[in-house]
């Protein structure tokens, strides 16, 4: 069965600086896609980014960048000019490209000091 | 609207009771899943329907709990004789089925309060 793991339950970064949450999985499968999903206190589940495994370049959206090393297992997110709104969990995710099935990792906690 | 709706909102039942949360999943979203959210918590993953396919249900914490989902569209959760540890977020997400790279799109949840 697959596994996603977030070693850093809570994280803490100064406005306006760079912060990598780490995620690392657990599979025997070749076809997969890994997320990670942004939920405010609001609650709503919010897409930040995604990468498919069999592609080798790092996703990037905008602050947003994925280190992803297939080989090792691990997809860490990267946040640059952190923002006060990006204060949050974030859940790394893993979907198998075999039955659908989407696992979540426990999250981590981002707290942004003003 | 165009998301995935979820109610009720909130709910307070009396330990013992019965409760029935239902989903609304985007219209066309073949796949749809059922997780649980522990105050600060992760998501659990609870049960997975896909299409006309026998749904997943290895994540049902107990056979207190059961879902359905019926047309292939709207599915219910139900927990039978509640107990105060199945307070929690329910939150619903779909999908479209067979496009892997393609996210969830998750309800707002249900904030389920047993007394």
């Known amino acids: 069965a697959q596994t996603v793991t977030q070693s850093q339950p809570e994280m803490s970064v100064q406005e306006a600086e760079t912060v990598t949450l780490s995620c690392t999985y657990d599979?025997?499968?070749?076809?997969?896609?890994l997320f990670w999903y942004k939920q405010p206190p609001s609650r709503q589940m919010i897409l930040v980014i995604r990468?498919?495994?069999?592609?080798?370049q790092n996703a990037t959206e905008n602050r947003f960048s994925v280190n992803f090393q297939k080989a090792a297992k691990s997809f860490s997110l990267k946040i640059s000019d952190s923002q006060l709104g990006d204060a949050a969990m974030y859940f790394c995710?893993?979907?198998?490209?075999?039955?659908?099935?989407?696992?979540f990792g426990k999250g981590t906690r981002l707290h942004i000091l003003p | 609207g165009a998301g995935v709706s979820q109610s009720p909102s909130n709910k307070v039942t009396e330990k013992g009771k019965d409760v029935e949360l239902r989903c609304d999943p985007i219209?066309?979203?073949?796949?749809l899943y059922w997780y649980r959210q522990s105050l600060g918590q992760g998501l659990e993953f609870l049960i997975y329907?896909?299409?006309?396919?026998?749904?997943?249900k290895s994540g049902l914490p107990s056979d207190r709990f059961s879902a359905e989902r019926t047309g292939g569209s709207v599915s219910t959760l139900t927990i039978q004789r509640t107990q105060q540890e199945d307070s929690a977020v329910y939150l619903c997400?779909?999908?479209?089925?067979?496009?892997?790279?393609?996210?969830?799109?998750f309800g707002d949840g249900t904030r389920l309060s047993i007394l």
């Open positions: 997400a779909s999908s479209i089925q067979g496009l892997s790279n393609q996210p969830q799109h």
């Open positions: 599979t025997s499968e070749s076809d997969y896609y």
């Open positions: 990468q498919e495994a069999y592609k080798q």
């Open positions: 995710a893993y979907r198998s490209g075999k039955d659908d099935k989407i696992i």
């Open positions: 219209s066309g979203h073949t796949a």
């Open positions: 329907f896909q299409g006309n396919s026998a749904p997943d």
